[in-house]
């Protein structure tokens, strides 16, 4: 079955220190992959994605992720973090089939930013 | 150019009770897609509409059903609720691109959602 693991429930860096959210997937095919941004009360917002090609996905926001096959992880990074960088994480893989792309979510990861 | 938006922001319902969710995609997009989101939790996807249809499905009771117009805007209905649908529902819009078997979403544009509570 596909699924999404994000090992990390919560997560604390110091600002200006780097950052590494984890994220693992299962799924049979070339997978599409994605991380998303939730702020609260807020909807996502698209961070970057990976269909082909290059492992190493520039995003915005200074982010970047890169694809592992051998050990299905789609590691989310940045260089230095800032205070607005507060939120919640969400990795997802989606299918690419007859019907389009329906995403499946990890649970997330929420990262706060200390001073 | 407006994005996705969803209406209404909140609204508060009772166990048994049916309710309307709506969606107006992000300009020049052709698909919608809603998902629930739990407290705590990531989305869940419900299912997919393309071209006024029902494309895909995840696993939600029949309880769950949706429409979109011909101007590619969308309704999710909910009947006979229960205290456990209570949660944020999120609409999402993008173009379905590619042919044959190999069609695929461009990136998902999510609305801010609508916040459901069940009494």
């Known amino acids: 079955a596909q699924s999404v693991t994000q090992p990390d429930i919560h997560i604390t860096v110091s600002e200006g220190a780097s950052l590494e959210l984890r994220c693992n997937y299962s799924y049979g095919a070339t997978p599409y992959l994605f991380w998303y941004v939730q702020s609260p009360g807020q909807g996502l917002q698209l961070l970057l994605k990976?269909?082909?090609?290059?492992?190493l996905v520039q995003g915005i926001k200074g982010f970047e992720a890169e694809f592992k096959r051998s050990q299905s992880s789609f590691n989310l990074r940045k260089p230095s973090v800032h205070w607005s960088d507060a939120a919640e994480y969400f990795c997802?893989?989606?299918?690419?089939?007859?019907?389009?792309?329906?995403?499946?979510f990890g649970k997330g990861t929420t990262l706060s930013v200390s001073s | 150019d407006a994005g996705v938006t969803q209406s209404p922001t909140h609204l508060i319902k009772t166990r048994g009770q049916q309710v309307t969710l709506r969606c107006s995609p992000k300009?020049?997009?052709?698909?919608v897609s809603w998902y629930q989101q739990a407290l705590g939790q990531g989305p869940q996807f419900i299912f997919q509409?393309?071209?006024?249809?029902?494309?895909q499905r995840g696993n939600f009771p029949d309880r769950f059903s949706g429409h979109q117009f011909p101007n590619y805007s969308s309704e999710l209905n909910v009947n006979a609720l229960l205290l456990g649908d209570s949660a944020l529902y999120l609409c999402?819009?993008?173009?379905?691109?590619?042919?044959?078997?190999?069609?695929?979403?461009?990136?998902?544009?999510f609305g801010n959602g609508t916040r459901l509570t069940v009494t």
């Open positions: 300009s020049g997009h052709d698909t």
């Open positions: 997802a893989v989606g299918a690419v089939n007859q019907a389009g792309t329906a995403l499946i």
């Open positions: 999402a819009s993008s173009l379905l691109v590619g042919g044959g078997a190999m069609k695929y979403n461009s990136p998902l544009h």
């Open positions: 990976y269909f082909s090609g290059d492992t």
């Open positions: 509409y393309y071209e006024e249809e029902e494309r």
